[in-house]
């Protein structure tokens, strides 16, 4: 697959990804599942650098979920480290593609180590106006969504909302990727099928793309395939195939 062969009027906005497989990678490799993840980085700095050659505007990566601080803590702490190294590592190289650094989660959960750096790479990158990287850490779908609910409750209570004045587009902007459009591509490495709790509200019309590459062997040209393949279908937003041709 090739760059030229995408159609640049129908590039997604939005590819989130759910990166998955760095531990069945390391496995085959005959190594521990820390080097997946370190491997991991290669195939993030590939797609960072594919998704802002093609014009995407926001990448999502699921770096870290709320259920992963229940794996072994040796692998949590490694993750974490490998995070905060990786993001202080890279900030130079995202300036000088003009990507932006965005966070959502539970970012109080994190080390302080890691909310420091974040908030500086963050901080440094914020006037880029390229690729948005949204990285998802101690996040879940259903974590976001209690606390959106929790914010607009004590709206409630304050008076600050009425309650019948509630729709869509008021949970929408209570949500952690407040600002964000949903993400048009959601691919998952490593050939599961599985949401596992990511973005649950804002993929209701994601197209979905499942490959079993895992994670530390992708890189952008498979992220070309995935946006190729994406360009192949129909978006129907639950009307007829003849309603979206005319
Ligand atoms: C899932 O593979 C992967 C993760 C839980 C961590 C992803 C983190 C990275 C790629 C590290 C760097 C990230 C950034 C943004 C710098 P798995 O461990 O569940 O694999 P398995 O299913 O084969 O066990």
Known sequence: MVIDELKNNCIPRHVAVIMDGNGRWAEIHGNDRIFGHTQGVDAVRSIVEGAGEIGVEYLTLYAFSTENWDRPKEEVNALMSLLVNSIVQET????????????????????VDVQSKLREAIQITSSNTG????????????????????????????????????NESVFTSHLSTVGIPDPELLIRTSGEYRISNFLLWQIA?????????LWPDFRKENLFEAIADFQRRERRFGKTSEQIRS
């Open 92 to 111: 130079d190289n995202l300036n000088e593609k003009n990507v932006k650094m965005l966070a959502i989660g539970d970012l109080y959960s994190l080390p």
């Open 131 to 166: 690729l948005n990287l949204v990285l998802a850490l101690s996040y879940s779908g259903r974590w976001e969504i209690i606390e959106a609910v929790k914010k607009i409750v004590n709206k409630i209570q304050s008076g600050e909302i009425n309650e019948n004045k509630i």
């Open 205 to 213: 019309y994601s197209e979905f793309y499942f490959t079993p590459i």
